[in-house]
């Protein structure tokens, strides 16, 4: 079995977003989470004082803009780095990507 095979099982077993969505309800309930919030709220409110003509905008334009800004001011690439140097680095995390990888290799071995 390649490696893409393997990642396609554990996309279709759900792997992925169950993952990630203990993830991030474990990021939003630290203090790191909270102030990562705190940070893009004070950005977008610091952006639409500067230019309140983004709130005019369509809803997507609006979100692509704001996107693009914060990721200009580099703030997804700090939170990045904290999430793999602490979150995905905890226990759990490397059990569930084990066990899930043992499962999908087992099932493969039994075809």
């Keep these: 079995m390649t490696p893409d095979e393997i990642v396609l099982q554990l996309k279709r077993k759900g792997t992925f977003d169950q993952l990630r969505k203990?993830?991030?309800?474990e990021f939003q309930q630290q203090n790191e989470g909270q102030k990562f919030l705190e940070n893009v709220t004070s950005f977008m409110q610091e952006k639409i004082s500067k230019d309140p003509?983004?709130?005019?905008?369509?809803?997507?334009?609006?979100?692509?803009?704001m996107m693009n800004e914060l990721e200009k001011a580099g703030m997804f690439q700090s939170v990045h780095e904290q999430i793999r140097g602490t979150l995905l680095q905890q226990k759990?995390?490397?059990?569930?990507?084990?066990?899930?990888?043992?499962?999908?290799?087992?099932?493969?071995?039994?075809?």
């Design 92 to 111: 759990y995390y490397q059990d569930q990507v084990d066990e899930q990888l043992r499962l999908v290799l087992d099932a493969s071995k039994d075809e």
């Design 53 to 65: 003509s983004l709130l005019d905008k369509e809803r997507s334009t609006f979100q692509s803009l």
């Design 22 to 25: 203990h993830l991030l309800s």
